[in-house]
């Protein structure tokens, strides 16, 4: 159910992002408002295209310590 309410808000935003940068290339809104909305339409284009969480994309991988390496 909470992955339900998840989508729904990820979708509700998905429109006001693209509302937003829209508003912004008419000169609506404030280009900050355009740059927040450009900012979470590629994110979510990359997670559809991933099929992963955009979180697990950017996230760094631990590096291996060679320091215990002779």
């Known amino acids: 159910m909470t992955t339900n309410n998840a989508e729904m808000g990820k979708q509700a935003l998905d429109?006001?992002?693209v509302i937003a940068a829209l508003g912004s290339w008419l000169n609506l809104f404030t280009?900050?408002?355009g740059l927040i909305g450009?900012?979470?339409t590629v994110?979510?284009?990359?997670?559809m295209?991933?099929?992963k969480q955009f979180?697990?994309?950017i996230r760094r991988k631990p590096e291996?310590?060679?320091s215990d390496k002779p």
Not at 43 to 47: D, F, K, N, T
């Open 55 to 57: 979180h697990q994309l």
């Open 43 to 47: 994110m979510r284009i990359a997670e």
């Open 49 to 51: 295209i991933t099929g």
């Open 15 to 17: 429109v006001v992002s």
């Open 64 to 66: 291996s310590n060679d």
């Open 31 to 33: 280009p900050v408002f």
């Open 38 to 40: 450009a900012t979470w």
